[in-house]
């Protein structure tokens, strides 16, 4: 169906699973090394402030990740109040909390990366730039990048540490204030 989200490693659509008649987000990327990662990934993870993984289908040199819709928006589509942002904030961290004990950075945490399920609930998405703690660093967003890995960027010598994605969540909600 319809594009909702667009990348620099793949495109999100709106979907419909017919077998058990609900609407899903469906990445279609093609079958690289890193968008296999990110599908292995996103089988591990199993936390409510991170967008569900139901299926993947790897087809004619594209893969198509079928996830949880999150169908509430981003954070940043929201007019939010401090005490939403707080919410926001702890969720998120929450998230990232479970993440890095599981020995993983997310990489690229911004406000278009946290959205709204249809309950309220901020769910992480969009884990093209992830690695493991100690791993490659990805890339990820300038804006949103700690200092150190912005300098580093440009020679991709940062290494992944737990602290780029509580900069970046710092950032994404003082930039959402």
Known sequence: LEEIGRGRSGVVRRGFDHVLKRDVAVKTMADTPQA????????????PNIVAFYDVIIHKGQIHLVMELASGGTVRQKRLTVDE????????????????????????????????????????????????????????????????QAHCERSRSSLGDPRM??????KALINLA
């Open 36 to 47: 296999r990662w990110e599908m292995q990934l996103l089988g591990r993870l199993d936390h």
């Open 165 to 170: 994605d509580v900069y970046g969540l710092g």
């Open 85 to 148: 942002l707080v919410q926001i904030g702890l969720e998120a961290a929450g998230a990232l909390q479970y993440l890095h004990e599981l020995g993983f950075i997310h990489g690229d945490l911004k406000p278009s990366h946290l959205v709204f399920d249809n309950q309220g609930r901020v769910k992480l998405v969009d884990w093209g730039s992830s690695t493991t703690i100690g791993g490659p660093n990805m890339g990820g967003t300038l804006e949103y990048m700690a200092p150190e």
